[in-house]
C-alpha cells in the first residue's frame, strides 16, 4: 500500500492511495494545476489514477473532483448526498461508473 498525502487543511484536501493495483485519490480540494504538479513531485502520472472519491462537498475538498475527472476519464466516486449537494462542481462528470479493479479496493488497518 502507498499513501501520499497531497496536501491536509482548510485550503484544500487531497490524499493519493495506492493498494492492490488500485489508485485513487480522496478528495480534489486543490487546483487541477497543483494536483497535477504534486502528482509530479511524487512521481505519480495523473493518466495513472482510477478514480477520485469524495468524502463531502465542502470546496476544500471538491475544487477540483469534476475538472479532474473530465480531464483524465475517471468516475468520480461518492454518496449521492454528496452529489446532490456539489452538483455545480460535478456536471458533466461520470459518476458512480466503476472501474472493474475498482471494486477490489480493500484498505486494511
Known amino acids: 500500500m502507498k499513501i501520499c498525502s497531497l496536501a491536509s487543511g482548510s485550503k ?3 490524499l ?5 493495483g488500485v489508485r485513487l ?4 480540494g486543490l487546483s487541477l494545476k ?17 478514480g477520485v472519491l469524495v468524502t463531502h462537498e465542502h470546496i476544500d475538498h ?6 479532474f475527472a473530465r ?3 475517471v468516475p468520480v466516486l461518492t454518496s449521492y448526498a454528496t452529489r446532490q449537494a456539489a452538483e455545480r462542481y460535478l456536471q458533466k462528470t461520470p459518476l458512480w461508473s466503476l472501474k ?6 480493500f484498505v486494511r488497518s
Open 71 to 73: 480531464r483524465y476519464k
Open 12 to 14: 484544500g484536501n487531497c
Open 34 to 50: 497543483e494536483i497535477t504538479s504534486r502528482l509530479a513531485h511524487s512521481a505519480i502520472e495523473p493518466e495513472s489514477i482510477h
Open 16 to 20: 493519493f492511495i495506492e493498494t492492490g
Open 100 to 105: 472493474p479493479a475498482i471494486h477490489s479496493l
Open 25 to 28: 485519490l480522496i478528495d480534489a
Open 62 to 67: 471538491i475544487r477540483s473532483a469534476g475538472s
